[in-house]
Every structure is written in structure tokens, then in C-alpha cells.
């Protein structure tokens, strides 16, 4: 079984060849640098660069797979959510190759790929807990199968992939914020500035970050004369310490949210043995290694996706398309992209929408 994956969601345009053998034959990924002047994501440029581009990066997979498009068995496209436009190009770029070839054609939530994407490296079964978290978004969820998820507990405000690029800003340190305050961070002192924990004492699964970032700005003001963000003159000694403590924080309130999780997991689903993060922000070696010390506290197996596979690409896709071919599960042509698509959209919620309870 050969999958082509397309993905165009947000600022990568991408594109992956993987096979049921867990093999990955090609992967292409063209990340825009447009953006960079802006400090995040500008849709309409995001879209037009992935027209400008598609057809070039799939065109560069084939070529080093070594194979022909007649060769692959589906095609599958991320079909939201994410933005529209560049969710739109990946999906009539997949229409048509799966139309001209006469091949089945997959339609995959963006989210469920980077779910999925940890069982292509690693022997993990179903079910198994992920935490998910990337710029967009932010949930725990029991991933029960393909297709099948509940959501335990989710952001209720910011995802942690946009604070953590928030603070970047703020800090006059570039985008994306992620790896930058990461390198920063490994510098600091976490321990120099108090910042909120907000939800931490909720007793349930949901998370929360806005707080958490508008501290992290009163703490900038305070190096300013006139308490504007702009004008504050700091050391990189300031920086490092600030992005130590706020990726503490995060690492805290991850934590502590999982356990809640866990506990749940270990009730609900005494088969499982996994916990999994993915996403962007999953690339974050402290937050790794925060998580992989909770799972060996309470017994479970940490796993998480190489590095190159936490961001967005086509191997994602194309894995998940795998998984869905495999299960017989495949999309009309007419399927419309989705600029929201909740993952465990057809799933009952874990007692009640407020999230699973401590």
C-alpha cells in the first residue's frame, strides 16, 4: 500500500510518499518565509504560496521515491482544519491527481495525522492517551482508533504554540517563537520570576495560556519607563531567565493537567500503556523530558515523534492515509475543506463538556 500525503494548511506546503511498511519512501517540505516580517501567518500570502508551490513539491516526491503517480494506491490531502485557502489548494491539488489517476481519495483532519504520526516510528497499540499541542491548538485526548477519539480536556483560550510565539514577540526574538525561546530558555534561571499557573486547580482536563502570557508581558513592562512593551530595554540575561520560567510554567501545567488524565486513562482503559504528545510544540526537548518523567511516575510509556515530524509535513498525512486505507476508509470527491473540523466531532465527551474530573 503507497499513500501519497498532501499538506497545505498553514505556512508548509508539503508533500510525502509512505508505504503500510512503515517506510518512508519521500518527503518534501517547502516552509514560507514570507511570514517572517509579519510575526506570524498571513493566510492570504500562505495561500498563494502554496499555489505557487504544490505542484513543484509533488512533483519533487515522486522524483525521489522513484516512482510514477500511477504507481501510488490513494492519495490523501489534510482537509482541515487550518486556513482555508491553503486548505483548499492541498485539496483540489489531491482531487485532481485522484480524479486523473482514478485512485481513492482520502480527506484527513489535520489533527488526527499528527496523532496518528507517533505509530510510524514506534510499536504503540490502541488505545493510547496524546496530548496535542502545536500552534493552533491544544488537547488531551484518548486516541481509541482511527477515526476515534475522546477529548478529555482542551485549551479554553490561546494554544501553547501561540503563546510560546507571543512571547517571542514580545521579546523582540523572531518567528516562529518556539525553537527561539527554547534556546533562550535553556539559559535562564527558571526560577527568577513567579508566573501563573491558570487553570491549574480547576480539577478537570482543560487548559488555559492567555494568562499565563499576559503575565509574561507585565513582567517585560516592568523594564519599561513608561510601561510600554516597545520601550523596554532588557539584558539577554532577562530574556533568557523570562523564557525559562515560562516554558517552566507551561511544563507544569502540562504536567499537572496529565496526571489528571492519567488517572483517568488507567481507570477507563486499563489496556492502555502509551502517552504520546505530538504537534509543534511536541519538538520541545524540556517539555519531552517533563512529560517522559510523569510517565515513568505513574507507569506509562512516553512517546512522541522524531523531531522533523512534530511540525507539519506530508508524512503525517500520508501515514494517516495508510491507516484510513488499511481500515477501508476513504472520502467522496466532493468532500469540502474544513476550516474548523473538532477532532472527536462524532465522539461522546468525557463526563460532560467541562472535561474529565480530578
Known amino acids: 500500500m503507497l499513500v501519497l500525503g498532501i499538506e497545505s494548511s498553514c505556512d508548509e506546503t508539503a508533500a510525502a510518499i509512505v508505504n503500510s511498511e512503515k517506510q518512508i519512501l519521500a518527503s518534501s517540505v517547502l516552509t514560507q518565509s514570507e511570514h517572517k516580517n509579519f510575526g506570524g501567518v498571513v493566510p492570504e500570502l500562505a495561500a498563494r504560496a502554496h499555489l505557487e508551490h504544490i505542484d513543484e513539491i509533488i512533483g519533487e516526491t515522486f522524483q525521489t521515491a522513484r516512482l510514477k503517480p500511477t504507481d501510488i494506491d490513494a ?50 497499540s490502541y488505545p493510547y492517551l496524546l496530548l496535542l499541542t502545536s500552534g493552533g491548538h491544544c488537547q488531551i485526548l484518548v486516541v481509541e482508533g482511527v477515526g476515534k477519539f475522546k477529548r478529555l480536556g482542551t485549551t479554553i483560550d490561546d494554544a501553547a504554540g501561540e503563546a510560546f510565539d507571543k512571547v517571542a514577540k514580545m521579546l523582540g526574538l523572531g ?11 535553556a539559559l ?53 531567565d523570562i523564557c525559562a520560567c515560562f516554558q517552566n510554567a507551561v511544563g507544569d501545567i502540562f504536567t499537572h493537567k496529565l496526571e489528571l488524565a ?56 500520508a501515514w494517516a492515509g495508510v491507516e484510513h486505507a488499511l481500515n477501508n476508509m476513504y472520502s467522496d470527491l466532493d468532500f469540502k475543506p474544513r476550516p474548523r473540523w473538532p477532532l472527536d466531532e462524532n465522539a461522546p465527551k468525557a463526563q460532560g463538556a467541562g472535561g474529565v474530573k480530578a
Open 75 to 124: 492519495v490523501a490531502v489534510a482537509a482541515g482544519p487550518g486556513l482555508i485557502g491553503g486548505v483548499t489548494v492541498g485539496v483540489m491539488a489531491a482531487k485532481a491527481l485522484a480524479l486523473a489517476l482514478d485512485k481513492p481519495f482520502i480527506a484527513l483532519n489535520h489533527l488526527e495525522a499528527h496523532a496518528l504520526v507517533a505509530r510510524l516510528n514506534s510499536d504503540i
Open 262 to 317: 492519567i488517572r483517568y486513562f488507567k481507570n477507563n482503559y486499563p489496556n492502555g500503556k502509551h502517552l504520546v504528545v505530538a504537534g509543534g510544540v511536541a519538538a520541545n526537548l524540556y517539555l519531552r523530558q517533563c512529560i517522559d518523567e510523569l510517565c515513568y511516575k505513574t507507569g506509562l510509556l512516553f512517546a512522541a515523534p522524531p523531531i522533523n515530524l512534530c511540525t507539519d509535513n506530508g508524512v503525517m498525512i
Open 175 to 185: 518567528y516562529p517563537g518556539g525553537p527561539i525561546v527554547e534556546k533562550m530558555a
Open 188 to 240: 535562564g534561571d527558571k526560577s527568577r520570576f513567579v508566573l501563573p499557573r491558570p487553570l491549574y486547580n480547576s480539577g478537570d482536563c482543560n487548559l488555559s495560556f492567555s494568562g499565563l502570557k499576559t503575565a509574561v508581558r507585565k513582567v517585560i513592562e516592568a523594564y519599561s519607563p513608561d510601561n510600554i512593551i516597545e520601550h523596554a530595554i532588557m539584558r539577554k540575561r532577562d530574556i533568557a
